[in-house]
């Protein structure tokens, strides 16, 4: 069990009494991971919005729907959404169950990491060029297979929306 304490750190619960706890000076994994995930409820919250800007504007808001039901990225980005608003998905608006299944941090400038002298169980991590950092989110089926990366899902989530509001004049 993982917990956000501040920007840069988290504390790891692996039993009773064995706590572990990380201080970055750049974007945990676990801190991209939840930007990722935030997205994708926002991403996915915005069909709600376009819903009332149709009925707004006297158009059938149902075709947000019909919309979402032709275009694969917002179906992942539902169920990476979903997964993350409920934990478990019971139902799968792609059919697949996606979901986030791997975040990995990528370092070119050298890193190294140290055992805090005043807590044994912190574990520090330093990045010589914290600017060096990338990540690569993949996401996967509930069978693992690969779906594709989880930026790229988003993104094309976004351009999916933004086709729809600009074939519709929804601005």
């Not at 920007?7 to 974007?27: A, L």
């Not at 709600?48 to 006297?58: I, N, P, V």
């Not at 990540?135 to 988003?154: C, F, P, Q, T």
Request: positive net charge.
């Amino acid at each position: 069990m993982e917990e956000n304490t501040q920007p840069g750190t988290f504390v790891e619960y692996y039993g009773k009494n064995d706590i572990v706890k990380w201080n970055f000076n750049c974007k945990s994994i676990q801190e991209k991971t939840s930007e990722l995930r935030d997205l994708a409820i926002k991403l996915w919250s915005f069909k709600d919005q376009l819903k009332l800007r149709m009925t707004t504007l006297g158009k059938n808001k149902n075709d947000v729907e019909t919309f979402v039901d032709s275009k694969k990225y917002l179906q992942y980005t539902a169920d990476i959404a979903n997964k993350s608003k409920h934990a478990v998905l019971t139902t799968s608006r792609s059919g697949r169950f996606v979901d986030i299944d791997e975040v990995i941090m990528q370092c070119n400038s050298g890193s190294h990491t140290s055992v805090d002298p005043n807590d044994p169980d912190k574990i520090i991590f330093m990045v010589n060029d914290p600017t060096s950092v990338s990540y690569k989110a993949y996401v996967r089926d509930s069978h693992s297979k690969y779906v594709g990366k989880a930026e790229i899902i988003l993104k094309n989530a976004w351009m999916d929306w933004q086709k729809f509001i600009n074939k519709r004049n929804l601005l």
